[in-house]
């Protein structure tokens, strides 16, 4: 049974920071693109950034291009999303994502092959 677990997020100042975790477990980790995606009440669902399975190559979309930084550490089964110059607008339910693919180019963000249940992050002005 694949499991995905996020933390680490919480409530921070605009200009904060903030350092996501996701551990997988059922998974063969290294065999999967990994990506954050948020989504905030009332909006659509958004992506955030993707790393490659080496981890030699990422995507950032462009509202957090600069601030967010996406790694991992395949030998830990663990990926992380460090947060810098956090902006209220970044105040959403972030969830990590597997996909079924080595390359970030390929990622159908629309249809991960498994995500975690979230962990918030809130941004006050």
């Known amino acids: 049974q694949v499991q995905m677990v996020e933390s680490g997020g919480g409530l921070v100042q605009a200009g904060g920071s903030l350092r996501l975790s996701c551990t997988a477990s059922?998974?063969?980790?290294?065999?999967?693109?990994m990506g954050w995606f948020r989504q905030a009440p009332g909006k659509e669902r958004e992506r955030v950034s993707c790393i490659s399975w080496k981890g030699d190559s990422s995507y950032d979309e462009d509202s957090v291009k600069g601030r967010f930084t996406i790694s991992r550490d395949n030998a830990k089964n663990t990926l992380y999303l460090q947060m810098n110059s956090l902006k209220p607008d970044d105040t959403a339910m972030y969830h990590c994502a597997a996909y079924l693919t080595r390359s970030c180019y390929s990622v159908d963000w629309s249809n991960p092959s498994y995500w975690g249940q979230g962990t918030q992050v809130t941004v006050s002005s």
């Open positions: 059922g998974l063969t980790f290294g065999d999967y693109a």
